[in-house]
């Protein structure tokens, strides 16, 4: 079993920068996908970015070239760097761990409140 924990999330004004933070207990294995989504008001939930242990990264289009995902595989910790962020950019951050083992498994953590607003 594995959970999560986000951290760094809040209010910033358009144009600002935040820094997110998930850190994982439990075991996290090397094909583990580790990776961001979020959920805006009255909208699904999507795919912000994703990365594997090797650092092979893929974006939703929205946040290409502004959101950076990292992973630091010691420390079972996958980050979130966010700049030049936007109104729409508002959401929930969940923080994700997929595993592909016999069967699929999805891990989330509680969600980090990012807003986005002057």
């Known amino acids: 079993q594995v959970q999560l924990v986000e951290s760094g999330g809040g209010l910033v004004q358009p144009g600002g920068s935040l820094r997110l933070s998930c850190a994982a207990s439990?075991?996290?294995?090397?094909?583990?996908?580790m990776g961001w989504y979020r959920q805006a008001p009255g909208k699904q939930r999507e795919l912000v970015a994703r990365?594997?242990?090797?650092?092979?990264?893929n974006y939703a289009d929205s946040v290409k070239g502004r959101l950076t995902i990292s992973r630091d595989n010691a420390k079972n910790t996958v980050y979130l760097q966010m700049n030049s962020l936007k109104p729409e950019d508002t959401a929930v951050y969940y923080c994700?761990?997929?595993?592909?083992?016999?069967?699929?498994?999805?891990?989330w953590g509680q969600g980090t409140q990012v807003t986005v607003s002057s």
């Open positions: 994700n761990v997929y595993r592909n083992q016999r069967r699929q498994y999805n891990f």
């Open positions: 439990g075991s996290i294995f090397s094909d583990d996908l």
């Open positions: 990365i594997t242990s090797g650092g092979i990264t």
